[in-house]
């Protein structure tokens, strides 16, 4: 070999071990349920209470919160198939706005719906939902989940 390839080598192995370390920082921590209780504890938001609870939903964890006004579910999925699923139910189905949009249940008789306003977040393998009165506070509890 020539000592010029060799030396491109070298240099380069010492590149990489130095660049290493610097680039294990920049990738970010995996998403648990205890960064997730840690994330919302330093986040600044009113935080009343937080624990983990008996997974519903084919989850295989469950965390659930209130903040301030706010009641937030973190469901973690082992299976892209389930965790998809109830990514889905959460959206409104095109029905359901038709619906809501051209009031066809109030022009029939029917009382005027009055949901809870909720929003839900997906990252990786975790489902948010949170849901409250208050569409600012729930707007920042969902920010706040992005953030982790």
Avoid: C, H
């Avoid at 660049?19 to 349920?33: D, R, S, Y």
């Amino acid at each position: 070999m020539d000592s010029s390839k060799i030396l491109k080598m070298v240099i380069f192995a010492v590149v990489v071990l130095l660049a290493f370390p610097f680039v294990m920082k920049l990738i970010p921590e995996p998403l648990t349920m205890e960064r997730i209780q840690a994330g919302f504890a330093a986040s600044g938001l009113p935080v009343a209470q937080m624990q983990q609870v008996n997974p519903t939903n084919e989850s295989v964890a469950e965390l659930a919160a209130i903040i301030g006004v706010v009641t937030l579910n973190v469901y973690q999925y082992n299976d892209e198939g389930k965790i998809a699923r109830y990514t889905e139910y959460q959206k409104k189905d095109a029905g359901t706005a038709i619906v809501e949009t051209w009031n066809l249940s109030e022009s029939l008789g029917a009382a005027p719906r009055r949901d809870t306003p909720s929003k839900y977040l997906r990252r990786g393998m975790f489902l948010a939902v949170a849901t409250g009165n208050d569409v600012a506070m729930v707007d920042r509890v969902i920010e706040a989940f992005k953030g982790l």
